[in-house]
């Protein structure tokens, strides 16, 4: 482990290791919110929490910049909770416990919280530093955004008084993003009967797991297994030649997280065993060969297990059928943004147990259109199998403006700070500033951020060098914002 408060720029680290120490999950951000709105008071600042439970902390400009326009630095609260199987974490009370390899602070087996406790960091730092320039400042902490955009969705329209924001959930440092895709939960429900474990069956848990995993939005096109429709598709096809019996399935454990492991009880006639474990070798061979490149460490096992009954044949041919049927991946690339994908699905999450089955799907598209449709899709194709449909969480997109006054600021100062350009990109992850426009639509918005890989994984991590670029690059912004016209 590594004493994070001693790296560099330590008016930085210092915040994220408070990050790290208090236990953060979408949903219960309470205790970090309520610290920090004690920390800020407690060095003069003024707060405020909105109904929801946003926080905003307000910073009055330095000397002689009190006529600049207000700015509000925008990040989340919580993080994905998301740990390697075998790894004994409790995100409810375990604080995360970081190394440090190769310039890059990581969480090895688990997710670091980087995303978005690097942006918060930042803003904090903005907050607590007593020798930079700037003119009105608030940062905004906003909650739940990685299980539902709650936050961003509850937040108040009068809560925020800056004219500019700068959101850093950016992970790529040196781009400037400024657009995003909009996105929907689609949450179905069945009902099913079970019977008693036929006479003369066995019993067997397959697992699929050693996939990458990683972000449903950022990493969606880069074609990498999900442990959910890898093992959908081998209960199909051990269903079609032998008369195979699910008794459960769990695959996945966030909306927004590519499934990386996924787990079925299922049963089958004893007198059959080495014609399953000769099935299970060979699809394991064709996941490696499908998935080269991206996900070839996938591995599929059996491992004994018990079982006392099974779901009835009837709706277990229409579940695994839905479940095998239900889109995941890219849909759709934009026609208007080269290279950027419009419209995807991520089937995150599947229990299935108790006579009871429960799967998320969110979906994400640039055009609110666009993912609006393919949930209706989803919810069409659920609908035929006998199951109850729900979508919630709707969220707008957030246009680009390429004429945005903020992202020319960005664009000039980056240049006078690195003597490099800066890129400019539409991005498929979905960020708040959709969804904090529509409320403050004359609200002038740019994201950036360091350099995060494994986002939403377990090996998330961030490069330290460019923490301290992007603590430079908003320094020289924030003492270049123009006075108000």
Known sequence: MVNIAELEPRAVWEHFQTLCDIPRPSKHEQ??????????????????????????????????????????????????????????????????????????????????????????????????????????????????????????????????????????????????????????????????????LPAGYTAQQLVVSGLVGGHSGADIHLGRGNANKVLVRLLAELAATLPLRLVSFNGGTARNALAREAFAVVAYPAAQAEQVAAAIDAYQALMRFELAGVDEGVTIVANPAAACSVMAQADQAAILAALHAAPHGVKRMSQRVAGVVETSNNLGVIAIGEGKVFANLMVRSLLDSGFRNLAAEIVALFQLAGFDTETEGGYPGWAPNPASPLLALFQRVYREQFDAESGVQVIHAGLECGIIGAKYPQMDMVSFGPNIRGAHAPGERVEVASVGHAWRLLQAVLAAVPAKA
């Open 31 to 196: 205790a970090l919110r309520d610290y920090l709105k004690g920390w800020a008071e407690l060095r003069g600042l003024e707060t405020a929490v909105d109904e929801v439970g946003n926080l905003v902390v307000r910073k009055p400009a330095t000397p002689g910049m009190e006529d600049r326009v207000g700015v509000v630095l925008q990040g989340h609260l919580d993080m994905v909770c998301q740990a390697n199987t075998g790894t004994e974490h409790d995100f409810f009370n375990d604080p995360i416990r970081p190394v440090l390899k190769d310039g890059w602070l990581i969480a090895e087996n688990t997710t670091l919280g980087a995303d978005n406790g690097i942006g918060v960091a930042l803003g904090l730092a903005v907050l607590s530093a007593d020798d930079i320039a700037h003119g009105p400042v608030e940062v905004l902490m906003t909650l739940d955004e990685e299980a539902g955009m709650g936050g961003a969705l509850g937040l108040s329209p009068s809560l925020l008084q800056g004219q500019m924001m700068i959101n850093i959930d950016t992970e790529e440092w040196g781009e400037f993003y400024m657009g995003c895709a909009g996105g929907i939960d689609v949450n179905v429900r069945r009902s099913y009967t079970t019977e008693a």
